[in-house]
């Protein structure tokens, strides 16, 4: 199964749980103008579903980056000069770690992606954002 399957069938099962419209009945008989209503509501609720599921993707992601670029690890500081000698008492402290930014802002990146990806008009939305870069010729 393809991740873009996978997400729409995701989204088939959300839906109603977010205020999509129920799902009709298998057994109703169907003629053109239900049909028509029927696709035009579903379009209409997958399209809410994955607005919705963007923002929850969007919150998570900035809400797991503040995390993460506020975490701390303790550490041990020892102050020693060029001969060895241990000037001051050692020091135990909670410090950043090296990788902590460079993730947070991978994450920020990644989750910005996804978000804008589960969009539902997500390339002209990439392409008015890209066009503002672009100088008129």
Known sequence: MSV???????I??????LGGLPDRKKHQRLDASSVA??????IRRVRTTRVYCAGVVLGATLAAAVW???YRVWDTVEY???TGYHFRPSEHVRTT???SVYATVALI????AVSLWLLPEHRRLIQR??????MPS
């Open 12 to 17: 088939d099962a959300v839906g109603p749980l």
């Open 68 to 70: 993460l670029y506020t």
């Open 109 to 112: 990146f990644t989750g910005a």
């Open 80 to 82: 020693i000069d060029r």
């Open 129 to 134: 954002f890209a066009a503002r870069f672009v």
């Open 97 to 99: 770690p090296w990788w």
């Open 37 to 42: 209503l029927d696709a035009e509501s579903t």
């Open 4 to 10: 873009p399957r996978f997400i729409d069938r995701a």
